[in-house]
T-cell receptor, first 116, second 114 residues
């Protein structure tokens, strides 16, 4: 069974600095999708970034980028120029791409604090 | 605007009562999901539905029931058999035409058992 592990329950970063959140996963599949979701204090889940396993190029969305290491089964999120609005819970998620299942596997989350 | 709505935002229930949480989407998505969120445990899947009139149990379905009579609606009933129902409940959907089939989430319902 697939699993997703976020080993950092909480992280802190100074405003304008860079922080990296870790995520590892376990799967025997060769193709899959990976996601990072943000959950601010409002608790609304927001998609931050996504990555297809067969793409070697790391995904980037403005200040957010990932370091996808397929062999190591690692999918870390880098936030550059951190802002106060980045403070939130961040969840890593995995999904198989086949149409036979729509199940997503979520990690337990990392709480990010941004210090002014 | 397209999106997912959940109601109510806060719900209080007495022990022994069944309660129903509403989830509606106007994104024309086929798949809908219910998650439970507890502190330190991330999101756990309760039920999901890929098409109308069909749904599957997730990892923690005991004490919950769902229906999917319309594409837009996927209500969740928390029954008295659920031993510890106090939690935050999230509804999500995903649909065809999305390469990644990423999930879109509603704003959630906070259920408290008194």
């Amino acid at each position: 069974a697939q699993t997703v592990t976020q080993s950092q329950p909480e992280m802190s970063v100074q405003e304008a600095e860079t922080v990296t959140l870790s995520c590892t996963y376990d799967t025997s599949e060769s193709d899959y999708y990976l996601f990072w979701y943000k959950q601010p204090p409002s608790r609304q889940m927001i998609l931050v970034i996504r990555q297809e396993a067969y793409k070697q190029q790391n995904a980037t969305e403005n200040r957010f980028s990932v370091n996808f290491q397929k062999a190591a089964k690692s999918f870390s999120l880098k936030i550059s120029d951190s802002q106060l609005g980045d403070a939130a819970m961040y969840f890593c998620a995995y999904r198989r791409p086949d149409s036979g299942t729509y199940k997503y596997i979520f990690g337990t989350g990392t709480r990010l604090k941004v210090l002014a | 605007d397209g999106g997912i709505t959940q109601s109510p935002k806060y719900l209080f229930r007495k022990e022994g009562q069944n309660v129903t949480l509403s989830c509606e989407q106007n994104l024309n998505h086929d798949a809908m999901y219910w998650y439970r969120q507890d502190p330190g445990q991330g999101l756990r899947l309760i039920y999901y539905s890929q098409i109308v009139n069909d749904f599957q149990k997730g990892d923690i379905a005991e004490g919950y029931s769902v229906s999917r009579e319309k594409k837009e609606s996927f209500p969740l009933t928390v029954t008295s058999a659920q031993k510890n129902p106090t939690a935050f409940y999230l509804c999500a959907s995903s649909g065809p035409g999305l390469i990644y089939n990423e999930q879109f989430f509603g704003p959630g319902t906070r259920l408290t058992v008194l």
